[in-house]
């Protein structure tokens, strides 16, 4: 029971990280229908700038992190404005490939050149170091944080997109571009934002997941395939979904590394196979799909 | 036009007149494969760095030949194209040498290659023991798994622990460790209670530390590749509390592996590795290693095991070079070397006439916070230790 116990709390940790950081992928290739291969150089980039932030500048981590959403937030605008803008609305979807996995290499190459192959690091603050005892199982603290605002940000993205005026115009966006700019929405301007929503997202799951998937210049290649997984599994521009599907697979990674080690990512693939099978458009039938 | 013309004739009769004093000399080509981009070119860079420091000291020429290292970059494990580089260098560089490697299948590959143009093979790194088994004329410079486990088993039996889990990444090098502690450490009395193999490529290290703490064990044995699924293991060891509730942790050197140190943090402080060079090595011509190393590239931090495997590899070549006076060789370069022995920054090292593999003294280490900065302080060292991982007539 104990064991049953701990499986599920470390498979929660690690699927809200796994949450965090697809998230914004999901609202990318759901609301915006953009197959952004370039969201995890996006999530590695704010990384190195917090950790810049942190160990260049000394920085606090607080700081860092607001710091590394604006910086990425700002940097990737130019390109929603000159590359992102041509392919919004997958009229070509090897084109949104193409471009978005070139911009994944280039961004790969800069960080290599700019701060070399070495790991990097984000030191945490005090106050997220030491463990936090949920009933018999403990945790590091820096996972029960990162789970409060995985809970929230899914409680945020729900409210923003489902009970504000932004939502409502976007979804119109989305679903009808012509009729909603007749209706006088401007929806180019929505676009930017939601790209910035996107991106913004990526950068804050680049950050606070540093300490499970440590950043290396390599880091936009090597994890794409989980968020991808975890979008699928979810449904594209579901957030619910995506929470749902992070945790779910969360728990069947934790739990098959805790029985059967051996069998490595098995269970992982396993478990996306089979629930894809049974939802082939994930958990909850996304609205854009 | 009639200008470049003297030119050229008077930079003939130059280097004539250079030449005129060495009459036979020749420059010697070795041929360097080893990942120079891609995740692993901190590797291809430690090597590269290496040599040119040995070179700074040695000059060089070797008995009237210039020797100079060409580099082909092979970014990651891929046999097929580390084959295919080889045979590009072997065919139309004309090199002599082939050396570094930096993984086991890489370095397997060009096994049928050397045999055939009978050219010797120096492994900078790849550290499967079977690997010399499969060519007379590779030679290593660098470590194996056995032969740092087992004395490290040994030493953690005699602390009086009897009960330990081990945790490796499910690969070639992983399973030689698991293999070398089990057997060693049984033998020694005391029980495996554990054994998990790990895939390479995982990212949350949870589950396998709860399976840890539920075997009971009073400490583990783990063995990852250097780099960032160390430090994801080495930091969920000390989150997950197993630190605290104090399992002691034991493996190979790799896992403290020098450049990781500052990133691994308070995390590794505590950990006893055992492996065959610490950059706090002390000895004069370490000392003077690294010196020559700052001089050169301005620092040496990222100075680690695979920079002394390059340095020691290059002058096992330099010695080849001398004993074949020049000449391509391979069956006399590598018999010329069998039995060597010199000092090199690790320590007193020697070539195992059998095994092809170097011989050399395997330091216990303890990672500490010293001066404001983390290092692998040596405690203890294991004087000749042999790659007990060698199977003749294989």
Redesign the interface.
């Known amino acids: 029971m104990e064991?049953l116990f701990?499986?599920v709390v470390?498979g929660v940790?690690?699927g809200m990280i796994l949450f965090i950081i697809s998230v914004g992928l999901s609202v990318t290739l759901g609301l915006m229908r953009v197959v952004n291969l370039a969201h995890g150089a996006f999530a590695m980039v704010a990384g190195y700038v917090a950790s810049y932030a942190a160990q260049g500048l000394g920085l606090p981590y607080a700081v860092g992190l607001v710091a590394a959403i604006l910086f990425t937030v700002l940097a990737t605008l130019p390109l929603e404005k000159l590359l992102y803008r041509r392919i919004y609305g997958s009229a070509n979807e090897l084109a949104q490939v193409l471009l978005t996995i070139g911009l994944t290499f280039v961004i790969v190459a800069g960080i290599?050149y700019l701060f070399?192959?070495?790991?990097?690091?984000i030191?945490l603050p005090d106050a997220l170091l030491g463990?936090v005892a949920i009933g018999p199982k403990?945790?590091?603290v820096?996972?029960a944080f990162v789970i409060a605002l995985g809970a929230a940000t899914v409680l945020g993205l729900w409210w923003l997109l489902e009970r504000t005026d932004f939502g409502i115009k976007l979804r119109a966006a989305v679903d009808d571009p012509n009729m909603a700019a007749a209706l006088g929405i401007r929806t180019e301007r929505l676009y930017t934002a939601t790209f910035a929503l996107g991106t913004g997202l990526a950068a804050l799951g680049g950050v606070l997941g540093a300490?499970?998937?440590?950043l290396?210049?390599?880091y936009a290649i090597?994890?794409i395939v989980?968020f991808l997984a975890v979008v699928a599994v979810g449904g594209a521009g579901n957030i619910l979904g995506s929470a749902a599907a992070a945790l779910a697979l969360g728990i069947v990674?934790?739990?098959g590394?805790?029985l059967i080690?051996?069998f490595?990512?098995f269970f992982f693939y396993a478990a996306l196979i089979l629930i894809l099978f049974r939802w082939p458009h994930g958990f909850f039938q996304g609205r854009a799909a | 036009m009639s200008g470049t013309f003297r030119k050229a004739l008077l930079g003939t009769a130059f280097l004539c007149a250079l030449n005129a004093g060495s009459a036979w000399a020749d420059t010697i080509k070795v041929g360097v494969i080893a990942p120079f981009s891609g995740p692993f070119a901190t590797v291809g860079q430690t090597f590269k760095q290496a040599i040119e420091v040995y070179q700074a000291q040695h000059g060089k020429t070797v008995a009237g030949n210039t020797v100079e290292f060409v580099y082909k970059d092979l970014d990651q494990a891929n046999p097929a194209q580390s084959k295919a580089l080889a045979q590009e260098l072997v065919v139309k560089e004309k090199v002599g040498y082939l050396a570094g490697f930096f993984f086991t299948p890489d370095a397997l590959a060009v096994a049928p290659l050397i045999d055939e143009a009978n050219i010797p093979c120096v492994i900078f790194n790849a550290a499967t023991s079977a690997i010399t088994e499969k060519s007379p004329r590779y030679v290593r410079t660098s470590f194996t798994l056995w032969q740092n486990t087992v004395p490290l088993a040994e030493h953690v039996a005699k602390q009086g622990i009897r009960k330990v889990a081990t945790a490796v990444s499910d690969y070639g090098p992983g399973i030689d460790g698991e293999t070398a502690f089990k057997q060693t450490f049984e033998k020694s009395g005391g029980k495996v209670v554990d054994s998990i193999r790990m895939p390479l490529k995982s990212t949350d290290f949870a589950p396998f530390m709860q399976r840890i703490k539920d075997s009971g064990a009073e400490a583990i044995y783990a063995f990852l590749p250097a780099g960032p699924t160390t430090l994801g293991f080495a930091r969920a060891f000390s989150d997950t509390g197993l630190k605290a509730a104090g399992i002691r942790f034991f493996g190979p050197g790799d896992i403290t592996q020098e450049p990781d140190l500052p990133v691994l943090g308070d995390a590794a402080v505590g950990i006893t590795t055992t492996f065959n060079y610490s950059q706090a090595h002390d000895s004069d011509l370490n000392r003077q290693f690294l010196a020559k190393h700052k001089e050169l590239f301005g620092s040496s931090d990222i100075v680690t095991f695979t920079s002394v495997g390059a340095y020691d590899g290059a002058h096992v070549i330099y010695r080849m070079v001398e004993a074949t006076g020049g000449k391509s060789d391979g069956a006399k370069a590598v018999a010329a070397v069998k039995g060597m022995a010199w000092e090199s920054p690790r320590g007193p090292v020697r070539i195992d006439p059998e095994s092809r593999h170097v011989t050399q003294t395997i330091y216990l280490r303890v990672t500490e916070r010293k001066d404001g900065r983390l290092q692998n302080t040596e405690v203890a060292g294991f004087p000749d230790q042999p790659d007990y991982g060698f199977k003749a007539g294989k």
Do not use: Q, V
């Open positions: 064991t701990g499986i470390d940790a690690y290599n070399g192959p070495t790991l990097k690091r030191p463990t403990s945790i590091p820096h996972r300490e499970l998937l440590p290396e210049p390599y090597r994890y989980l990674d934790t739990a590394k805790y080690p051996s490595g990512e």
